[in-house]
């Protein structure tokens, strides 16, 4: 699978059994449909995240292609005192977040309690011991 932003290939993190699709080049993240059930536990959770999202003027940032379908994804933004733009497959398929939304969601979700095992399993994924030197290296 291939990047939408940047088309070099997505690698696979993979933690407590859960596989997350990242890109090295621009450090964006993709959760498809199967790894955010997983997540959340059922698919009623999972249809309830994929559709959370209230739309967002597509206008300021192009429209990336999902990567599973290839179909044109829908900006939408997160819930908080200072909104996150992502990318929504329509179709279900997943998620796209760029360098640093999923970061900023995480903030915002942590702040309010919300879903507290799938902030501390993608804090797991993308942050660690050697998180901070990575920052540092960057």
Known sequence: MDCPVCNEPLIVLEHEGVE???CV????VW?????????????????A??????PADARK???????VCRRRMTKALS??????????CDKGDGVWFDKGELEEILRHEAAHGAHPHVTAFLK??????????GRENS
Do not use: W
């Open 20 to 22: 997350v699709d990242f």
């Open 61 to 67: 940032e192009k429209r990336r292609r999902c990567p």
């Open 79 to 88: 819930s908080g005192e200072r909104p996150v733009m992502y990318d929504r």
């Open 49 to 54: 995240f994929l559709s959370a999202g209230r």
């Open 124 to 133: 797991g994924v993308f942050t660690g011991p050697n998180a901070e030197e």
């Open 31 to 47: 959760l498809d449909a199967t790894e955010i059930e997983l997540l959340f536990g059922d698919a009623e959770a999972r249809r």
């Open 25 to 28: 080049s621009c450090q964006g």
